[in-house]
């Protein structure tokens, strides 16, 4: 079996890998690190939670172990997607360069710009980033990537979902010709194969499991939900999900439950907390300060549920999490893969449980379909919640079209005032007629004498008085 120690890796690096306690790489790092370290571009392809930061830290601080950054150009690049996992890798590499005299700057939203410039102002060798927070310091004019030998692409599926591709393709354009890649995704969709034949040359491939699968350590459930009336869907659903809680007894130490939707996240985690759950939201709208925060205290213990958007789905390296429960089917099949891999991390066993609504069965057999196996049905642990008697029923009892039939706008046959005599006669004027006096000046159509017939006197007619006839007869004479 492959040791660490049969990489070629620095000495300083294997002792600080020997340190943290690991003696055998994972496969993607046993394939990954060999052609990293030889200079040449890698695709990374695993599924989450089998070492890819190890991948690609490893042989970086390496390659970099001589050499000295210059102020704002810094040595290597690494770009994460979400500011969680940027400060996950920052804080591997601090663990595994702890012994290499290699510095870095970790640049993420939500801190100040100022802190930031001065680090770059330094000299880093390694730059850490989220691609907007790179590209606002670059377009301040304080940072330079004309330097850059390594780039990291992480998670780059995950880039591609948050709509960072356009972004990965401008920094890719800034950085050297001649700059080492290596770029590590969860699934290879047809744009991140694009990325790949665009801007890195003759890759080593290294695929270490099949695309969008899931550990084998993860068992994993489904509670087929159907609510017993609409409007009661929501409050049922949270009323499963303590259910589901309260039914894996001692064996849930801890659990983070993925909502799709931001607004839900802080429905569930308040819902929760009601209900005397430790529970703790966390999502993109959050002030960094209070996400790390949340995080940290998942992580020591002292918060057992972590109630997430998919901004934690990906890449966080969380390692005792005994639970992932799927409050909703995500709506990307690919991100039921990244959520579930949460937990099952580094060969330990872990349980993935998911409701599944009516509304969310085509998201349910997406998945499915991706990951080509059936997942267990679950017994709804409050039994079958009783149906609404009909939907015709409900459509009936609603009080919207009774409100329309009142309306003095829009009035049925029977609620229709009774018609003037004249009514009859206007109906059965010809269709072109009626449609030029609906197109007629309204001062035409209305006030007095607006019903005269072809014989009505126009003027004073005959009945001119004699004065006025008189005076008129003087001025023709004249």
Do not use: W
């Amino acid at each position: 079996m492959t040791q660490f120690s049969d990489l070629a890796l620095d000495p300083k690096v294997l002792k600080a890998i020997e340190e943290t306690g690991y003696t055998t790489p994972t496969p993607i790092q046993e394939g990954a690190i060999p052609p990293a370290l030889e200079g040449r571009d890698v695709l990374g392809i695993a599924q989450t939670g089998t070492g890819k930061t190890a991948s690609f830290t490893l042989p970086m601080i390496t390659l970099l172990k001589r050499g000295r950054a210059r102020a704002r150009m810094p040595r290597s690049l690494v770009l994460c997607p979400t500011r969680e996992l940027a400060a996950q890798v920052a804080e591997n590499f601090d663990n595994y360069a702890k012994h290499s005299k290699l510095t870095k700057a970790l640049l993420i939203g939500g801190v100040s710009f100022k802190e930031q410039d001065a680090l770059i102002d330094k000299g880093v060798d390694v730059l850490i980033a989220t691609p907007g927070r790179l590209l606002d310091h670059f377009e301040r004019g304080k940072l330079i990537l004309s330097d850059v030998k390594v780039m990291v692409v992480d998670e780059a599926d995950r880039m591609l979902d948050m709509g960072f591709i356009p972004d990965i393709e401008r920094i890719f354009g800034l950085t050297p010709f001649t700059r080492q890649t290596l770029f590590f995704s969860a699934t290879m969709a047809p744009e991140i194969e694009r990325i790949t034949n665009t801007f890195l040359s003759n890759p080593a491939r290294i695929e270490v499991a099949r695309q969008a699968t899931a550990s084998e350590t993860i068992s994993q459930g489904v509670v087929m939900f159907k609510p017993s009336r609409r409007d009661k869907a929501d409050g049922e659903k949270r009323a499963l999900l303590r259910a589901l809680i309260d039914g894996e007894g001692d064996k849930l130490r801890n659990a983070i439950i993925f909502c799709n939707r931001k607004v839900d996240v802080d429905v569930v985690a308040k819902s929760l907390k009601k209900h005397g759950y430790d529970a703790s939201p966390i999502h993109g709208d959050l002030e960094q300060s209070h996400r790390t925060r949340t995080l940290d205290g998942f992580r020591d213990g002292s918060l057992k549920f972590l109630i997430a958007s998919d901004v934690a789905a990906r890449g966080l390296d969380i390692p005792n999490v005994s639970h992932v429960i799927n409050f909703d089917v995500p709506s990307h099949a690919e991100d039921y893969v990244h959520r579930i891999g949460r937990t099952g991390r580094a060969g330990r066993e872990g349980t993935a449980l998911m409701i599944c609504s009516t509304r969310d069965e085509k998201y349910f057999e997406a998945v499915e379909r991706l990951i080509e196996k059936e997942i267990p049905r679950l017994d709804n642990p409050l039994g079958s919640t009783p149906e609404a008697p009909s939907e015709a029923r409900s459509d009936e009892e609603a009080p919207a079209p009774k409100r329309r039939s009142r309306s003095p706008r829009r009035q049925t046959p029977e609620d229709a005032p009774p018609a003037p005599v004249e009514a009859p006669a206007r109906r059965a004027e010809p269709a072109e007629q009626t449609e030029k006096k609906s197109d007629e000046p309204r001062r035409a159509r209305s006030g007095r004498g607006s019903r005269r017939d072809e014989s009505d006197t126009v003027g004073m007619g005959e009945d001119v008085p004699a004065f006025i006839a008189k005076s008129f007869e003087q001025r023709r004479a004249g």
